[in-house]
């Protein structure tokens, strides 16, 4: 295993990483991702977005009407601004890749406005991890494949 040291990001005049546990739900809740292909198809969705700015996907678990995760940005980078990102990347993605989910947010907006984050230190990513590796068991979802990041 690494050690916290060689973890770190380094730039011309920082050195450190910032973690965050990320929680966002879909617009009025609905269960848009009870089908393993749509789960996997709005994974597969804000993966694309993370790595297109530079976010580093950590864990992430998509139950049917929310999704938990833990990213890594670098310093420059809000909770706020990190979340903008993938919310509105992987909406945009998902509905181009399932046009028929126009037919349930003919406004396109996959996501509500409401979320949660908090930072995450080495000492408690972890648990975190474990934390969002857990919930199907957690919400009593049943999946093919489990909630871990190797989807």
């Known amino acids: 295993m690494e050690t916290q040291i060689n973890q770190y990001q380094r730039n011309d005049h920082s050195v ?41 996907i950590i864990e992430l678990d998509v139950q049917p009407e929310h999704v938990h995760c833990v990213v890594g940005v670098v310093f420059t980078m809000s909770a706020s601004r990190t979340l903008q990102i993938l919310k509105g990347g992987s909406s945009k993605l998902f509905f181009e890749f399932h046009e028929k989910a126009e037919l349930r947010y003919p406004k396109r907006h996959l996501w509500s406005r409401g979320k949660f984050a908090s930072s995450v230190g080495f000492v408690q990513i972890d648990a975190v991890k474990n934390y969002v590796r857990n919930q199907s068991e957690h919400h009593g979802t049943k999946f093919l494949t489990s909630g871990n990041s190797t989807l």
């Open 16 to 56: 450190g990483v910032v973690m965050m546990h990320l929680q966002w739900c879909t617009k009025y809740r609905y269960k848009m991702f009870q089908k393993i292909k749509y789960r996997n198809l709005v994974a597969a969705c804000i993966r694309r977005a993370a790595s297109r700015n530079k976010i580093k």
